[in-house]
């Protein structure tokens, strides 16, 4: 049974807060990221900037989080990639962390500290561990549970 469904938006090429809002504002936020991204892929705002888009892309900036009795379902509306974030974590999950300069990155849980906070040992590039860190429930999802959708159809373009 569905509790709750809600927008959010990240913005990262546009000015702009993270916050919860309403469908149509997420839509233009959408239409407005997309052709900054595509500017910036172009070289428009730099090298420096150009090369950030190049490894960050469009994850993670506009999405529909629907709430369950016991997880949300988040649908990135601008990549069309839906993921399971449950309530509680357990140590042992295998999961990705967004990372404002590097995107999604893997780790295992090693323990859910609070009900925002979830602690997590990283995977380095290089494949060896690094140390424990606390991050926003928030930001991360089941690395199990990450699978495409055609949700950035043209009903998301309207």
Request: negative net charge; glycine residues 8%; charged residues 25%.
């Amino acid at each position: 049974m569905t509790i709750s469904v809600r927008q959010e938006v990240r913005p990262r090429y546009t000015g702009g807060s993270p916050a919860q809002v309403e469908h149509e504002t997420a839509t233009r936020v959408l239409l407005e990221e997309r052709c900054a991204f595509e500017r910036a892929m172009g070289g428009g705002y730099g090298q420096e900037y150009q090369q950030m888009a190049g490894v960050l892309g469009l994850d993670h900036i506009v999405f529909t989080i629907t709430e369950f009795a016991n997880r949300f379902e988040v649908d990135d509306r601008m990549t069309g990639v839906r993921y399971t974030r449950p309530f509680k974590w357990r140590a042992g999950d295998v999961v990705d962390i967004w990372n404002d300069e590097e995107g999604w990155v893997p780790a295992h849980v090693v323990k859910h500290t609070d009900s925002f906070l979830v602690a997590v040992r990283r995977q380095c590039s290089d494949g060896s561990l690094a140390s424990i860190v606390e991050v926003p429930r928030d930001l991360l999802r089941l690395a199990s549970s990450v699978r495409w959708t055609d949700s950035h159809s043209s009903r998301d373009l309207a």
